[in-house]
């Protein structure tokens, strides 16, 4: 019986000292430790600011409604990300409108997203309208999904056409570069998790990244209630009295406890990035040495993939299906198999209009977006770690050629 899960954290003594110092100082809440953190991250991915939050999540939320996503817009999501891509537009009161995927990388279908834009909105003013519902097309949510860069820069030339904002989602994609370039630096704001099944974690967090000095500080102010004055600043000055509160905003704030993790944690980054691609090289060499039956991630020219999660496909022809149903049904039980022999796996994530809440909100079905449907069914997301062994990942792969041998 093996023990091999999804992913562990990566954490030395490091991150253990920097709570106990954090804890020692008294400052707990938002302060000195999410600033310098911020600077951190910012720094790493060449952009100017960083804007803290508790979640990725809130994080994607704050930079829509600081770019005036309300009710009555549209906000175009792939239909294959983790479901809080899809939940954060709702939550501003709009609407989600999906568009599929390449199944090759996960990520946005331009040609879906170009149909999308010319056949269901049309132009009136300064505005594209939904033909159907009348809503304002606000913009896009494009993710950059397990570590790989979408093409943001057709994402960006689309939306320059059509006068429309876009905010990444790069809840996976912490150091992704395309033609060197640090996701987040392409011009829009961009938003990472530090959740624990991400590169680099802070147990639960995220944070804003953007270039733009006005749009960090109001969102700075959104997330600690509409204040004004933050609190480190407050407490500079006159701590006593309660700052000015001109609009109604958020607790999204990150604690200074996460902020000293968040610290030893950046320094970490680029090693635990260096570390995943060598054991992503080492499954792709094991699976087309041993398992036709997956695909392995794809990676176009001049993308830099970080590996947060390794992900392949199921080849349904090869291994003579003749659906997706079919390839989803054999898929749960493989993984199923695999753990009760100790191999923790996922499916990739979820096709997000195939959810309870989407289907029966906006009626949608399964062959609406067929590639993330086919994702959704055939994905597998396999063991990756820095601190896993060669033998660990034999293991996987010779464990999963027995169990559909002897399926």
Known sequence: MSNIPVTIPYFTDDEAKAVEKALASGWVAQGPMV??????????EGIGYGVATTSCTSALHLAMVAKGLKAGMDAIVPAFTFVATANAVVETGATPIFVDIYRETFNINIENLEDILKNQYEKKGDSYINKKTGNTLWGIVPVHEFGLCCNINKVNELAKQ??????????????????????????NPSCVSFHPRKSITTGEGGMVLTDDAALAKRMKELRTHGSTVSADARHQGKGFLLPEF??????????DIQGAIGLEQVK????????KIKRAALYNELIKAQLPELITPMVPEGYFHTYQSYVCMLDIEKLGLTSIKEGGEFRNILLQRLEDK??????GTHAVHMLGYYRNTYGYVPEDYPNAYACD???ITLPLYIQMSDEEQRLVVQTMREEIDAM
């Open 342 to 347: 100790g191999i923790a796996t996922r499916q």
């Open 268 to 275: 970490k980054l680029d090693y635990i990035i260096e570390e």
């Open 246 to 255: 001109n609009e109604a905003g958020y607790n999204y704030r990150m604690t």
């Open 377 to 379: 069914h055939l994905s």
């Open 35 to 44: 600033a310098k953190f911020e600077e951190a991250i910012a720094g790493h």
């Open 162 to 187: 059509y006068q429309i904002q876009v905010v990444e989602d790069a809840a996976c994609a912490l150091g992704a570069m395309v033609s060197g370039t640090h996701q987040g630096a392409f011009g």
